[in-house]
């Protein structure tokens, strides 16, 4: 049995606390969605991130499925779909943000700067993930779909 703690609160550990404190209250988010705190909004979502959930109904059910696991992790409450749905629509998404820019700052301050890109005098080079989202067409309409991935002429 494993002893020591696992690789999700390792990861969980990782995390701008503070700069996301701070966004916290900066934008008044704890008055938007008074049931689930903001931290355990943004550790279930990690979690449903990493762990490359689809939904939230699949999310609860893998939180629900790890039981006491949760709270070494981090996660302090078990919510209800609904309660995660409305803290992800009422709380500002720039509380995000905030804490992802945060991570950026301090992953630029701790990796070693390739040669090649200082040779370039480059200021800032960013990754982009180019994943697919799958969309609901009922949902975006202006959404363009194509059935085949290759069109015959």
Request: hydrophobic share 45%; glycine share 2%; charged share 25%.
């Amino acid at each position: 049995m494993n002893s020591g703690r696992t690789v999700l609160a390792q990861l969980f550990d990782l995390l701008p606390r503070r700069a996301y404190a701070q966004a916290v209250a900066r934008y008044a988010a704890r008055e938007r969605a008074p049931a689930m705190s903001c931290m355990d909004q943004l550790l279930c979502m990690a979690y449903a991130q990493l762990t490359g959930r689809s939904s939230l109904r699949e999310t609860i059910t893998c939180l629900r499925a790890i039981g006491v696991c949760r709270y070494p992790c981090g996660i302090r409450c078990m919510p209800a779909r609904s309660t995660l749905a409305d803290a992800n629509e009422r709380r500002d998404h720039r509380i995000f943000m905030d804490a992802a820019l945060s991570m950026i700052r301090s992953a630029r301050l701790e990796l070693p700067v390739d040669p090649d890109l200082r040779r370039l005098n480059i200021r800032a080079a960013f990754a982009v993930d180019s994943t697919t989202i799958d969309l609901c067409l009922a949902l975006f309409p202006w959404a363009l779909f194509r059935k085949r991935k290759y069109t015959t002429n």
